[in-house]
């Protein structure tokens, strides 16, 4: 049970590039998250997904966009990427979006923008 | 947006201690508690939740004081396992409802053989 992975695990890519990072999810999770973790902060949510189709923004949008066609899929574009967007991302998946729910954390992905 | 803090440490004990860390949060209208764990470049997993009447599970032990806003996690018995990140994360009533979930820096627990 592949439960929530995310590609690439790591990636380097230059300033003014665009990036997708993908997370796929194999529980029918209806909630999707992705978040950044740097050093000095704790994770900081940039978009979330309450199911397919339907997205909204967290708390450091900009610069990212997100889609989610299928309950399964989240993915994550930076439009052009910044050294500031150099940090580790985490997506995440929840049964439901209320204030009991656990969620469940991929392996994160390693992004470096030079 | 409403804080969530904690000593970063590091706390650096022997195994076979016990070792106690709080955590304190700024909105009083908070509505969930949860202590997370992360590895060292790993991703965070739920540890346990905590409970207004507060909750064991095996040598863990979480409480909650309102009163005050903080929770507490205590390890009793340290094993070198226990070597980890401890997340404190605090559900806060927010416009979106599922954004909710803010997380402290974490606590950096160290164990010694």
């Known amino acids: 049970d592949a439960g929530i992975t995310q590609s690439p695990r790591y990636k380097i890519t230059e300033t003014g590039r665009q990036v997708t990072l993908m997370c796929h999810q194999t529980w029918s999770h209806s909630y999707m998250f992705w978040y950044r973790q740097d050093l000095g902060h704790g994770l900081r949510l940039i978009y979330y997904s309450a199911a397919a189709d339907i997205t909204d923004k967290g708390e450091v949008p900009d610069g990212y966009v997100v889609s989610r066609s299928k309950t399964e899929n989240f993915p994550l574009t930076l439009e052009s990427a910044t050294r500031s967007q150099t940090s580790v991302y985490f997506c995440?998946?929840?049964?439901?979006?209320?204030?009991?729910?656990?969620?469940?954390f991929g392996p994160g992905t390693r992004l470096t923008v030079t | 947006r409403k804080e969530v803090e904690q000593d970063p440490g590091p706390f650096n004990v022997p195994e076979g201690a016990t070792v106690a860390f709080n955590c304190t949060y700024s909105n009083s209208a908070s509505q969930s508690f949860f202590w997370y764990r992360q590895d060292c470049r790993k991703e965070p997993k739920l540890l346990m939740s905590?409970?207004?009447s507060g909750n064991e599970d095996g040598r863990f032990t979480a409480q909650l004081n309102r009163a005050s806003q903080y929770i507490s996690l205590l390890i009793r018995d340290s094993k070198l396992s226990d070597s980890a990140t401890y997340l404190c994360v605090v559900f806060q009533v927010s416009g979106g409802g599922a954004d909710g979930l803010t997380f402290g820096k974490g606590t950096h627990l160290i164990i010694q053989p």
């Open positions: 995440a998946s929840s049964e439901s979006g209320g204030p009991s729910y656990e969620q469940y």
């Open positions: 905590v409970y207004s």
